[in-house]
């Protein structure tokens, strides 16, 4: 796949699953009837999931694919090596670069539940999780306040 087609479904996907998120609706032109909430995403290679944080829990470091968190309910806390604690909420997005250390997880005093997309390299494969080591409390409470 060229690059050019890559990134036009990129934007495809991202527009969609923000609409999603965000519970904004997206009419296509064949139309299915139901209710509740509902997306769906078909792109090859790309990975979906959703994913609860209790108030206060975080991941370890670790890498992987890149990788987009959208937050659907409380705030994410978050870090990518090198560079400060960061804090995004509802219908905001964080961006975690390929293979680049980083961990994420709830702010203290809330829980969090985002949705994880990450993309296949050019060959369509993604990186295994290399889990690394805690982040320790006085890491994790640098954040606080932003």
Do not use: C
Request: aromatic share 8%; glycine share 10%; charged share 20%.
């Amino acid at each position: 796949m060229n690059r050019k087609l890559r990134d036009r479904l990129r934007i495809g996907l991202l527009l969609g699953v923000f609409a999603a998120v965000s519970g904004v609706w997206l009419v296509q032109a064949q139309q299915t009837t139901f209710t509740g909430t509902s997306f769906r995403i078909e792109a090859e290679g790309i990975r979906v999931s959703s994913r609860g944080f209790e108030a206060g829990a975080r991941t370890h470091w670790h890498t992987h694919s890149e990788q987009l968190l959208f937050v659907k309910e409380g705030r994410l806390r978050y870090q990518v090596e090198g560079q400060p604690v960061a804090e995004v909420g509802p219908n905001e997005t964080a961006h975690l670069p390929r293979g680049v250390r980083h961990w994420h997880g709830a702010v203290p005093d809330e829980p969090l539940t985002h949705v994880s997309v990450t993309f296949p390299n050019e060959a369509g494969e993604h990186l295994t999780i290399q889990w690394l080591e805690p982040v320790t409390d006085d890491v994790y409470e640098s954040g606080a306040g932003q």
